[in-house]
């Protein structure tokens, strides 16, 4: 790969990233309402200081935080924090800062993420391969249906319907947390680690049934492509066993582009774990976020939300440096 | 003598209606997904038009009651009656998803055929812009958005246009592209000899052409709202008083539902969230293959 594609792509992503950093720093303060005065306002409802020191509880945090300065400075400053991966204090739980929730969440649901991708990313291109593989068994070609005919059904409604049936009535899995009540965490412990993997596995079949669908349904659309194609064709007229050619000629063709689905999809695939794990009460991202938005911790939905468009982005940058090593085609241009 | 007559050969031209009926038949995702989406119109329908409106609304009926006859999906602990509640957020989710997913498409028309047809900086522009957005997650600004705004200013319009904001660029796309091949068309240029001006060929040529393109992306434009307006209601970002799917879930969650053994309270909204879901997506994938012939399944 040379050298100056690297260097224009880096750039791409600094100006998503400056973008995406311009987009949360200007829409908040475009809106008349004041995070500050809006968690203070809430405070004094619930009693504990009078209404009258509101007004002087508010511009000593606006000073704190450089929240009165010009709106180019703040501006600047907001920028700087930035590259400095600095994305504030939790207004909930000062002095913790919001990068440190983040970094306490963030092995949880990597772990989640990273899991349920793999997993239905294999299942879903298998599926996909198969059913629009003219010589595989008719019972193996239907198993794609269901996945489907369900594609269009996101995660966290896979995941209520998941906590009914199997939790709830069949009682085969908890009805949410990341551990038993009363559990001492302990990651020594085997039982402890068996009881967190027991209150994973609800979210985690939520996030892969709700994407298997997805996958099949492009991966064979892909398939009927390769099909066609003469290589595939002359595979066959070589007298290649039909399992050669699946494997070496049919699915590795056909899963290139959807490497470059996963790419475009990583977004859609971080928002829906989030959403489920504020569904099941986990303590990823989603929970972070779910109770900052309960609490009006507005620092924090900022934060979160800036810090995962940020990871978006250089993921799907660093996909495409991928990419290469997958087709050499790409490699030698 | 007479002349043989021969008769006439007639070819009978079957009516439109079977014409579609027949297309209907190979292409099954399409009807299937029509025939859920007439469901939920009628169920929608009848129920505005019967239904006391008032109960899908906070304190109307008595809480916490199991489904039964008096209240056919229950009663949650707020005490609306689920089914109202069910009826009123159907519209109200149709509303967010047709609005939305119109301005979104029209957007992206607008912008797509501008950016094809006249080409040079309009269209580095239009399509830069397109491609520095299109890796942020939508989802993540509609966020933003949604928490930046005053609680009290949180309607279905805001919803749907918070939605829009970041929802035009992939129609915005479909249309480019499609307009970029069909603009080097022989019947394009026959048109432009012939004189047409820039709006009677836009119009009279390559619209019509567009049109299933069009179609399958508003259709596509109003699952997504639909899907985005659904998390954000989710995550307790939506107008919290009405009975839109994601907020009850969302109240349901609040409240423990399942530890607290009012099972019905979640499973009706995720019930009807995943017939509608289901309905467009199907007749997304439907509209797909008859936009898009390469896609259609050997059969």
């Known amino acids: 790969m040379s050298i100056q594609l690297v260097i224009r792509r880096v750039l791409f992503l600094i100006l998503v990233v400056w973008s995406a950093s311009t987009i949360t720093f200007f829409i908040p303060r475009l809106s008349s309402k004041n995070p500050v005065r809006e968690r203070f306002a809430e405070l004094a409802r619930l009693g504990g200081f009078s209404p009258q020191d509101l007004e002087t509880i508010v511009a000593s945090y606006n000073k704190q935080f450089g929240l009165d300065n010009p709106l180019g400075q703040q501006y600047l400053d907001y920028l700087m924090a930035i590259a400095r991966l600095d994305l504030g204090v939790s207004l909930n739980k000062f002095p913790k800062t919001v990068i440190d929730l983040i970094m306490d969440s ?10 349920t991708t793999i997993l239905s990313f294999i299942i879903g291109n298998l599926l996909g391969a198969i059913a629009a593989w003219p010589r595989a068994p008719q019972w193996m070609r239907t198993l794609a249906t269901p996945f489907i005919l369900f594609q269009g059904i996101p995660p966290v409604l896979m995941g209520v319907l998941l906590l009914f049936f199997v939790a709830f009535r069949l009682k085969l899995a908890p009805l949410g947390g990341a551990y038993s009540t009363g559990v001492i965490p302990d990651w020594s412990s085997v039982e402890f680690v068996l009881d967190v993997a027991r209150h994973q596995i609800l979210p985690a079949l939520a996030l892969i049934l709700g994407s298997v669908g997805g996958w099949v349904l492009s991966m064979r659309g892909m398939g009927v492509t390769v099909q066609g194609e003469d290589y595939v064709v002359f595979a066959e007229h070589k007298g290649l066993g039909g399992a050669a050619i699946f494997r070496d000629y049919y699915l590795r063709n056909a899963l290139l582009p959807q490497v470059t689905g996963l790419a475009l999809a ?12 504020s569904m099941f009460a986990l303590p990823g991202l989603g929970r972070v976020l779910d109770a900052a938005i309960r609490a009006n911790d507005f620092f924090v939905i ?15 940058v660093l996909v495409e440096f991928l990419y290469p090593l997958l087709d050499p085609r790409v490699r030698h241009e | 003598m007479t002349a043989a007559t021969l008769a006439e050969p007639r070819f009978s031209q079957p009516s439109r209606l079977t014409l579609l009926l027949r297309y209907l038949r190979r292409n099954k995702s399409l009807a299937v997904g029509l025939l859920i989406l007439l469901g939920l119109i009628i169920f929608t329908t009848h129920g ?5 409106l008032d109960n899908a609304y906070p304190l109307s009926v008595k809480t916490k009651q199991p489904p039964g006859l008096e209240f056919p999906f229950g009663t949650d602990y707020f005490g609306r009656d689920l ?80 939605v829009v904001l970041l929802a035009w660029m992939g129609p915005t796309l479909v249309v480019r592209a499609q307009v970029l091949t069909m603009k080097e068309r022989q019947f394009v240029a026959v048109a432009k000899l012939s004189g047409m001006g820039d709006l009677g060929i836009i119009f009279g040529e390559i619209m019509p052409n567009l049109l299933p393109f069009i179609a399958a992306a508003f259709v596509d434009q109003v699952f997504k709202a639909v899907f985005a307006s659904f998390y954000l209601a989710v995550l307790g970002l939506g107008p919290l008083r009405e009975p839109l799917m994601g907020n009850i879930i969302w109240a349901a969650q609040g409240q423990s539902a399942f530890f607290n053994n009012w099972w019905w309270w979640p499973l009706a909204p995720a019930a009807a969230m995943v017939l ?20 259609r399944r050997t059969e």
């Open chain 1, 106 to 115: 963030l092995p949880w649901t990597i772990t989640l993420l990273l899991v």
């Open chain 1, 302 to 316: 900022y934060g979160v939300v800036l810090f995962v468009t940020i990871a978006v982005a250089t993921l799907m």
């Open chain 2, 276 to 295: 509608i879901l289901s309905s467009l997506a199907l007749i997304n994938m439907g509209l797909d293959e008859l936009a898009n012939p390469r896609v």
């Open chain 1, 266 to 277: 990583l977004g859609t695939v971080i928002t829906s774990a989030i959403v489920v794990e």
């Open chain 2, 83 to 162: 089914y109202v509640a069910m009826v009123v957020g159907l519209w109200q989710t149709a509303l967010i998803g047709v609005l939305a997913g119109a301005l979104g498409t029209l957007i992206g028309v607008v912008l797509g055929f501008t950016s094809a047809y006249f080409g040079g900086w309009i269209d580095a522009a239009i399509k830069s812009l397109c491609q520095i957005l299109t890796p942020i997650p939508a989802f993540l600004i509609q966020v933003i958005i949604a928490s930046s705004l005053d609680k009290r200013d949180v309607t279905i319009f805001t919803m749907a246009f918070v």
């Open chain 2, 48 to 52: 505005l038009l019967t239904a006391d």
